[in-house]
């Protein structure tokens, strides 16, 4: 029970207008004041504070902020080397061009769109802008990449004199007019729900999912809802005959366990609504890395990677440590004459497995071995975030889905019995083929 404005707003009728703001007395379609439609009723509206807040199609929608001309026209952000789509505005989407898609199909789709190149500085100064936004609401925001974090408002009524639910009408509102990009927001009582209510109704959206629904509410929904099942692992549980997650409720934790392994635990705990992962914000550690330099100048791939794979195993062991993760890898040289080169890749989603920073490093480096001295070789981790999401089991390629298993029995067995007991011997050079996936945005 909140008192707001006078009232004691304890009944699930009384939502609010997420224009004005006016809490509202009757249960009419349109708010009292202001004759909008854009009303939020939800019988736990009051009491929940964990959310997720996403922008809509983040690098399109600040194109078009900047460039007027562009606001009606199907716009397009991506190209570059792998010419796959990094963002499509809402109008592209209409037309069928999504995330991710190779850049001729979606110019099939839309031959009239307006094709940009992403200008990631421009996007990360906004991205920052949002971000300091979220911390005038509480100290506990973690963003999860550029445009989007969890926020934790628990005890944040006396400082706004505002329950979470408007604190977050508000902050919405005021990144319309203040920044001029649209965002989601979801509100719930958990990490995962918060997440998928955001991704409800985008864009301009503000989803609600109680306590007393989660169950029903995710009982209808695929199992792709889950976090960590994409289409390799869906395509395991679809021949179990899986699709619901419905049919994952009526499972015991054992009987998934023994299926699946530890993914059963997670679909254990998620299908039912269960997730007690805390909000971390990320003020500590920005990147977690490791740097050698060398004694004599080195120059040459059969030189140059033996380092990077200890050094990714280093950066590895402590992301497990901290029990965080990173999403970008960075690689950084130091050449003879004292210049620093650093390169970066981001990835799909977070890691901590040192093949996958490895192999990630690897490519970078290829670039970089031209007969270039090299005094020093660093490699690295930034964005970082909370472990639970990082290296989902269904990693697109096999090989690089076999190596991540091995080195999760590798880290089981040296917790045992100590660093020392377990040497790994890898072979340079091979399983290239594990290309990290483009960085895409909804
Ligand atoms: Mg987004």
Same mark, same amino acid.
């Given at each position: 029970?909140?008192?707001?404005?006078?009232?004691?707003?304890?009944?699930?009728?009384?939502?609010?207008?997420?224009?004005?703001?006016?809490?509202?007395?009757?249960?009419?379609?349109?708010?009292?004041?202001?004759?909008?439609?854009?009303?939020?009723?939800?019988?736990?509206?009051?009491?929940?504070?964990?959310?997720?807040?996403?922008?809509?199609?983040?690098?399109?929608?600040?194109?078009?902020?900047?460039?007027?001309?562009?606001?009606?026209?199907?716009?397009?952000?991506?190209?570059?080397?792998?010419?796959?789509?990094?963002?499509?505005?809402?109008?592209?989407?209409?037309?069928?061009?999504?995330?991710?898609?190779?850049?001729?199909?979606?110019?099939?789709?839309?031959?009239?769109?307006?094709?940009?190149?992403?200008?990631?500085?421009?996007?990360?100064?906004?991205?920052?802008?949002?971000?300091?936004?979220?911390?005038?609401?509480?100290?506990?925001?973690?963003?999860?990449?550029?445009?989007?974090?969890?926020?934790?408002?628990?005890?944040?009524?006396?400082?706004? =004199? $505002?329950?979470?639910?408007?604190? *977050? &009408?508000?902050? +919405?509102? #005021?990144?319309?007019?203040?920044? @001029?990009?649209? %965002?989601?927001? =979801? $509100?719930?009582?958990?990490?995962? *729900? &918060?997440?998928? +209510?955001? #991704?409800?109704?985008?864009?301009? @959206?503000?989803? %609600?999912?109680?306590?007393?629904?989660?169950?029903?509410? *995710? &009982?209808?929904?695929?199992?792709?809802?889950?976090?960590?099942? @994409?289409?390799?692992?869906?395509?395991?549980?679809?021949?179990?005959?899986?699709?619901?997650?419905?049919?994952?409720?009526?499972?015991?934790?054992?009987?998934?366990?023994?299926?699946?392994?530890?993914?059963?635990?997670?679909?254990?705990?998620?299908?039912?609504?269960?997730?007690?992962?805390?909000?971390?914000?990320?003020?500590?550690?920005?990147?977690?890395?490791?740097?050698?330099?060398?004694?004599?100048?080195?120059?040459?791939?059969?030189?140059?990677?033996?380092?990077?794979?200890?050094?990714?195993?280093?950066?590895?062991?402590?992301?497990?440590?901290?029990?965080?993760?990173?999403?970008?890898?960075?690689?950084?040289?130091?050449?003879?004459?004292?210049?620093?080169?650093?390169?970066?890749?981001?990835?799909?989603?977070?890691?901590?497995?040192?093949?996958?920073?490895?192999?990630?490093?690897?490519?970078?480096?290829?670039?970089?071995?031209?007969?270039?001295?090299?005094?020093?070789?660093?490699?690295?981790?930034?964005?970082?975030?909370?472990?639970?999401?990082?290296?989902?089991?269904?990693?697109?390629?096999?090989?690089?889905?076999?190596?991540?298993?091995?080195?999760?029995?590798?880290?089981?067995?040296?917790?045992?019995?100590?660093?020392?007991?377990?040497?790994?011997?890898?072979?340079?050079?091979?399983?290239?083929?594990?290309?990290?996936?483009?960085?895409?945005?909804?």
């Amino acid at each position: 029970m909140f008192a707001f404005m006078g009232l004691l707003v304890n009944n699930p009728d009384h939502g609010f207008c997420r224009d004005c703001l006016t809490l509202q007395r009757t249960v009419a379609p349109r708010c009292e004041a202001c004759g909008s439609p854009r009303l939020l009723r939800h019988p736990e509206l009051y009491r929940l504070h964990i959310a997720h807040v996403d922008c809509d199609a983040f690098y399109a929608a600040v194109e078009k902020r900047d460039d007027p001309t562009l606001r009606d026209r199907p716009v397009i952000i991506g190209g570059g080397k792998r010419g796959v789509v990094s963002t499509a505005c809402y109008i592209a989407r209409i037309r069928g061009v999504r995330s991710a898609m190779p850049m001729f199909k979606a110019l099939e789709a839309c031959p009239e769109a307006v094709v940009i190149k992403p200008n990631m500085e421009k996007y990360a100064r906004v991205g920052r802008q949002v971000r300091e936004m979220m911390r005038a609401l509480t100290p506990l925001v973690e963003p999860l990449s550029i445009d989007e974090a969890f926020l934790d408002l628990a005890g944040t009524e006396k400082l706004h =004199g $505002l329950p979470p639910a408007l604190v *977050l &009408a508000r902050f +919405a509102a #005021d990144v319309e007019r203040d920044i @001029g990009i649209t %965002v989601s927001v =979801g $509100l719930s009582y958990c990490k995962f *729900l &918060a997440k998928v +209510a955001s #991704d409800f109704r985008k864009p301009r @959206g503000f989803s %609600v999912i109680g306590e007393a629904e989660a169950v029903d509410f *995710l &009982a209808e929904q695929p199992v792709t809802l889950i976090w960590g099942v @994409g289409k390799a692992f869906a395509a395991t549980l679809e021949r179990d005959g899986i699709r619901r997650i419905g049919q994952l409720q009526r499972l015991d934790r054992a009987d998934l366990m023994r299926r699946y392994g530890t993914m059963g635990d997670r679909l254990h705990s998620l299908s039912r609504g269960i997730d007690h992962r805390t909000i971390h914000p990320d003020h500590e550690a920005k990147s977690v890395s490791a740097e050698t330099t060398f004694d004599t100048d080195l120059a040459t791939p059969a030189e140059l990677v033996p380092v990077l794979r200890a050094l990714s195993e280093k950066v590895s062991a402590r992301l497990k440590k901290a029990g965080i993760a990173g999403r970008t890898v960075v690689l950084k040289l130091k050449t003879q004459d004292f210049r620093i080169r650093t390169r970066n890749r981001q990835l799909g989603d977070p890691t901590r497995l040192a093949d996958r920073i490895f192999q990630t490093g690897l490519q970078l480096l290829e670039k970089e071995t031209d007969g270039t001295k090299y005094r020093l070789l660093g490699i690295g981790v930034s964005d970082l975030t909370d472990a639970g999401r990082a290296d989902p089991p269904d990693l697109v390629d096999v090989r690089a889905r076999k190596r991540a298993l091995a080195e999760g029995a590798i880290d089981m067995l040296r917790e045992k019995f100590g660093r020392a007991a377990v040497e790994t011997g890898y072979t340079f050079g091979k399983g290239r083929n594990a290309h990290p996936p483009e960085p895409v945005d909804d």
